[in-house]
């Protein structure tokens, strides 16, 4: 049984330029969530989809988006990215809202 | 103030030594409660769920508070390879997760 996947495992931008990460979750859930990690911070939550539908939103601009699929993967998008958008990004699963299954993240650098 | 808020340490401790973790959250319509562990740049993995009442699960006890809107993890016997960040989350019915910024923990020999 697959866990949660993410790619690419690293990726390097240019400010301004825009990104896309992709999750696919745990067979059997339902629901991705998407964080953001600075060093020495926690995962701070972006947004969670369930039915492919945004359902929860953080404290986080417009430049950030996402969609999921009718196979539950999804896909978070960057738009305009700045300096301050480096850092470690991780997709969770979860079946409804119960215990999220993390994987192992996407990092992101932006020069 | 944060939302969730932890004691940062770290915790240095020797090897079959007690620890506690404590964690407190501000948002009273939370409705669930984790502790998950994380090691050097990876992610996090769940430990644990917490209840109201109170589980274990081998060397680990998680409780909680909702008066006091308080979550405890005790580790008793500490091993070399409890050393990691450990994350208190807390949810809401909406589904929203809020982390704690983790206490580290060291376990020397």
């Known amino acids: 049984d697959a866990g949660v996947t993410q790619s690419p495992t690293h990726l390097i931008k240019t400010r301004g330029q825009q990104v896309t990460l992709r999750c696919s979750p745990k067979s059997g859930h339902d629901t991705v969530s998407w964080y953001q990690q600075a060093l020495g911070q926690g995962p701070q939550f972006i947004f969670q989809y369930y039915e492919e539908e945004e359902r929860q939103r953080g404290n986080f601009p417009d430049r950030f988006s996402g969609h999921q699929f009718p196979n539950y993967s999804s896909e978070l998008n960057v738009n305009a990215l700045l300096l301050g958008d480096s850092a470690l990004y991780l997709c969770?699963?979860?079946?409804?809202?119960?215990?999220?299954?993390f994987g192992p993240g996407t990092r992101l650098t932006v020069t | 103030r944060k939302e969730v808020e932890q004691d940062p340490g770290p915790f240095n401790v020797p090897e079959g030594a007690t620890v506690a973790f404590n964690c407190t959250y501000s948002n009273s319509a939370s409705q669930s409660f984790f502790w998950y562990r994380q090691d050097c740049r990876k992610e996090p993995k769940l430990l644990m769920s917490v209840y109201s009442s109170g589980n274990e699960d081998g060397r680990f006890t998680a409780q909680l508070n909702r008066a006091s809107q308080y979550i405890s993890l005790l580790i008793r016997d500490s091993k070399l390879s409890d050393s990691a960040t450990y994350l208190c989350?807390?949810?809401?019915?909406?589904?929203?997760?809020?982390f704690g910024d983790g206490t580290t923990l060291t376990v020397k020999p």
């Open positions: 989350v807390v949810n809401t019915n909406a589904g929203k997760s809020t």
């Open positions: 969770a699963s979860s079946l409804r809202a119960y215990e999220q299954y």
